[in-house]
């Protein structure tokens, strides 16, 4: 059985950081494409940043990249994302997935463009809240 948890969310100032983990039990995240996501209230789910299981590039969303940081560790078979600069509109549920590595994108594609990661993941966490207020 396939588990995905979240934790690491949290209340942060504007300007602050928080970092996200995501441990898996039943699936070796070191082989998948991962990825997180958000849905803050009253709008659709947004993806934020993957990594292609495939060839290890990582991607961001516009908004994200240089602020955000997707990782994973082999050993602990655990996923983050370091949250830095955070903003209010940042708040919003995040959730982590992970899904069967996607052919790599000729080239390497663009950093900020993680719409290359879009695709149906198979495996999900159930969500962490972040709150980013004073």
């Known amino acids: 059985q396939v588990q995905l948890v979240e934790s690491g969310g949290g209340l942060a100032q504007p300007g602050g950081s928080l970092r996200l983990s995501c441990a898996a039990s039943?699936?070796?995240?070191?082989?998948?494409?991962i990825g997180w996501f958000r849905r803050a209230r009253g709008k659709e789910r947004q993806e934020i940043s993957c990594?292609?299981?495939?060839?290890?590039?990582?991607y961001y969303s516009d908004s994200e990249e240089g602020r955000f940081t997707i990782s994973r560790d082999k050993a602990k078979n655990t996923m983050y994302l370091q949250m830095t600069s955070l903003r209010p509109e940042n708040t919003a549920v995040y959730f982590c997935a992970a899904g069967p590595p996607l052919p790599p994108v000729p080239g390497g594609g663009k950093q900020s463009n993680v719409t290359l990661c879009t695709y149906e993941y198979a495996y999900w966490g159930l969500g962490t809240q972040v709150t980013v207020s004073t």
């Open positions: 039943g699936v070796t995240l070191d082989s998948y494409t």
């Open positions: 990594i292609n299981g495939s060839d290890g590039k990582t």
